[in-house]
Structure formats: C-alpha cells, structure tokens
C-alpha cells in the first residue's frame, strides 16, 4: 500500500473532490501515521490536545482506519493515541503550574468584569471536584484540553493528573479508534454524532458566558448607581 491510497479512500469517503481542511487534515494525519507508524498518531494526537480546533474526532478514526489497513496494530494505535493525549495534557497542566493562582489573581483584576475571587472560587471548585471534573473533561469537546490548565493551577498531584488523564483519554479515543476501524472509508459517520454532542456544548458555554455578562454588568451598573 501507498502512502497516497489511504488519503484518497478518505476523500472518497468524504464525498467530496475539494480538500477542505479536514480532508487534508486527515491527509496528514494518515500520511505521518504511514511514514512513522503508530507513533504519528501519538503526535497527532498530542497537537490536538495543544490546539484544541483540531478534532480528535477526525484524528483517532483516521488512526483505526490506518490500522485497519495493516500499517499496525490496533492495540498501537489505542496505547499511542492515549500516550499522546498525557503528553499534550501534560503540557498544558505546566503551564498551568507556571501561571499559578497569584498570576491570575493579578491579571483578573485588570480585566473587566473579572475580579480575583473568581480565580479563588474556580480553585476551590477544582480542589473539591477535580478528580471528576480531570476524567470526565477528557471526554468533552473542547473541555479535553482547557481542563488541563485548571489542573495546574490548583496543583493537582502530577500522578493523579496523569491516571485520570490517561483513563479518560483511553475510554474517548477506544470508541472514535475502534469506529475508525469497523467502519473503515465509512468512519465519517461517527462525524454527525460527534458535531452534535460538539454543538452542544459550545451552546452551553455561550449560554454561561452570557449569563456571566448579564450578571457582571447588572452588578456594576447598580454600583454606579448606589454611587
């Protein structure tokens, strides 16, 4: 098999002769897994954990699917996919770490709106329900790589972080790279699901925001008036 065969069942599967970045994402990511083997799908997956915008939902099927092809296994592509998943988390717990909670005290009281307790509040949060918050973040879009940051801020215990992130990690990438495996060129129909449970939560995230706005402005215009 070619480097070139695999890429193009993909874009078959797409249905779709243009290469819109995800075909040529998925490109990618099958042409580095072909070139470095189960490894590529580690890094693959490592990136999308440091730039959330990719989507592991492309990446850890197109992992299955090359494995399904016989370039190797799918115990490789399930024990790389989640070694690169702590290595990204990783990442981001550091810098996490590094900011610490007296950074962003500090840089909370120079942003509108903000004030430093809240950056108090989220750390108690984490601190109670951390743990949960670590296992099940990893299987929740964009939450997979965000909750990282928090986990660093609070100090969660570097092993603890990594068990939860690595047990998280597992579960979500067994079921996107086993789908990538049964289901071979037809892998992108886990793709509607996934936009779905996707959707919402960036719904719920926008809803939060606007909450929190609503309330912060309220809060300050009442002050100015109490003035």
């Known amino acids: 098999m070619t480097v070139m065969t695999l890429p193009a069942a993909v874009y078959a599967a797409a249905g779709s002769q243009d290469q819109s970045w995800l075909t040529s994402l998925a490109d990618w990511t099958v042409s580095l897994m072909e070139v470095i083997g189960p490894v590529g799908a580690g890094v693959a997956i490592a990136l999308e954990n440091l730039f959330p915008p990719l989507p592991s939902e492309v990446v850890l099927p197109m992992a299955g699917l090359t494995a399904s092809r016989g370039s190797f296994t ?19 717990y550091g810098l996490g770490r590094w900011l610490g909670a007296e950074r962003l005290r500090a840089i909370a009281a120079k942003v509108p709106l903000l004030h430093p307790e809240d950056v108090d509040r ?14 099940f973040g990893r299987m929740i879009p964009i939450f997979r790589s965000l909750i990282s940051i928090p986990a660093g801020v609070a100090k969660m215990s570097p ?69």
């Open 159 to 227: 092993l603890r972080f990594g068990l939860l992130t690595g047990a998280g990690s597992l579960i979500w990438n067994t079921i996107f790279v086993l789908a990538g495996y049964l289901l071979g060129e037809n892998w992108h129909v886990i793709e509607q699901y996934a936009d779905i449970l996707q959707y919402i939560v960036i719904a719920a995230v926008a809803i939060g925001v606007a909450w929190f706005l609503y309330t912060r402005v309220r809060a300050l215009l009442a002050s100015r008036r109490d003035a």
């Open 74 to 92: 799918l115990a490789e592509a399930l024990i790389w996919t989640t070694v690169g998943s702590i290595v990204g988390a990783y990442v981001l």
């Open 122 to 135: 989220t750390v108690a949060w984490f601190e109670r329900h951390g743990g949960k918050a670590v296992f």
